[in-house]
């Protein structure tokens, strides 16, 4: 479809702000930075990340844009197939860092769709990890002309590694608000999904948004658990000051701050500011240094975004 110049800013901005969060998270990971720490992309963390590195959040949702980006329906039969593919080309690069849940489905190397979710379903125990949620944000850059089509898309692609209600629904929920935001420019999408989706649905996530926007990270602090994580990233972005597209920065800093999962999480909240705010809300300095598998840079996300919203047609013919 035809965007404007804002609409193609904030195309870009999903990608971009995505790795952004994850990166300046990564150095923070799984500890609570103290009030008054200064939060940037220094790197480290437990894995040792170089200061503007992405990690594993950024690399799928790399992957799901990649095959979005060739044209095919990525929520179904061959595209789908080339999603779950992509995992499996990701997870054998040997990256440092993998979710329990994906490690336990990926290390099986299904090369189909069919395959790989029988395997997510196979896993006993707790799925509702947050590893599906951190890369649904590319989806709604292949669906900004169907949000039906857009929610079920996310759906299947978090079904390929991550068997669990809550998880899906959260997929459901972040994509359509992502698809809202480059498309109108507002978080409305967020409480807007609630009203198209079933009741059940609305019941269930309509008063953990409340608490997210009332409440504090101690409200829910496990944010490996995917219902947790988009209270924190719901928390961090509703919580800072929206008044212009400093935003961004101030909601991505305050997700980090929340802690624990800070990378997963911000990563999380990266998808939507990006989304609402745009590329060029990232900070300059923030842009330069972004990098990671399978060795791209900030302006090869701008790329990757745009070949998605085009569905792999050249750009003069859009």
């Given at each position: 479809?035809?965007?404007?110049?804002?609409?193609?800013?904030?195309?870009?901005?999903?990608?971009?702000?995505?790795?952004?969060?994850?990166?300046?998270g990564a150095g923070y990971e799984f500890t609570t930075p103290a009030a008054d720490a200064v939060i940037d992309l220094v790197g480290g963390g437990m894995f040792d990340w170089a200061p503007g590195e992405w990690t594993d959040d950024t690399s799928m949702a790399v992957a799901v844009a990649e095959v979005a980006a060739s044209g095919v329906d990525i929520g179904r039969d061959d595209g789908?197939?080339?999603?779950?593919?992509?995992?499996?080309?990701?997870?054998?690069?040997?990256?440092?860092?993998?979710?329990?849940q994906t490690r336990a489905v990926l290390s099986a190397r299904d090369g189909s769709a069919t395959a790989m979710q029988r395997r997510a379903r196979s896993i006993t125990g707790r799925k509702g990890g947050n590893g599906s949620l951190m890369r649904t944000a590319?989806?709604?850059?292949?669906?900004?002309?169907?949000?039906?089509?857009?929610?079920?898309?996310?759906?299947?692609?978090?079904?390929?590694?991550?068997d669990d209600q809550r998880a899906g629904e959260a997929c459901r929920l972040w994509s359509h608000a992502i698809r809202h935001a480059v498309l109108f420019g507002t978080f409305n999408g967020v409480r807007e999904y609630l009203q198209v989706a079933p009741a059940e649905v609305g019941e269930y996530w309509g008063p953990l948004l409340d608490q997210a926007e009332r409440g504090t990270p101690a409200d829910f602090p496990k944010n490996g658990w995917v219902v947790h994580a988009l209270q924190t990233a719901w928390w961090a972005i509703s919580g800072a000051?929206?008044?212009?597209?400093?935003?961004?920065?101030?909601?991505?800093?305050?997700?980090?701050?929340?802690?624990?999962?800070?990378?997963?999480?911000?990563?999380?909240?990266?998808?939507?500011?990006g989304a609402r705010w745009g590329a060029s809300a990232v900070p300059d300095r923030w842009r330069r240094m972004l990098h990671g598998w399978p060795g791209y840079s900030a302006d090869d996300l701008e790329r990757l975004a745009m070949a998605a919203v085009r569905r792999g047609e050249p750009a003069d013919r859009r």
């Open positions: 479809m035809e965007l404007t110049e804002r609409q193609t800013d904030r195309a870009a901005g999903v990608l971009i702000a995505t790795a952004a969060g994850d990166a300046l789908l197939d080339a999603v779950a593919a992509q995992f499996v080309r990701w997870i054998d690069s040997n990256p440092p860092d993998v979710g329990n590319p989806v709604a850059l292949a669906y900004l002309d169907d949000a039906e089509a857009c929610a079920e898309a996310a759906y299947q692609i978090g079904a390929l590694t991550h000051d929206d008044s212009g597209p400093h935003h961004l920065r101030l909601a991505l800093e305050r997700a980090v701050r929340a802690g624990n999962d800070t990378d997963t999480t911000a990563a999380i909240a990266g998808g939507l500011l």
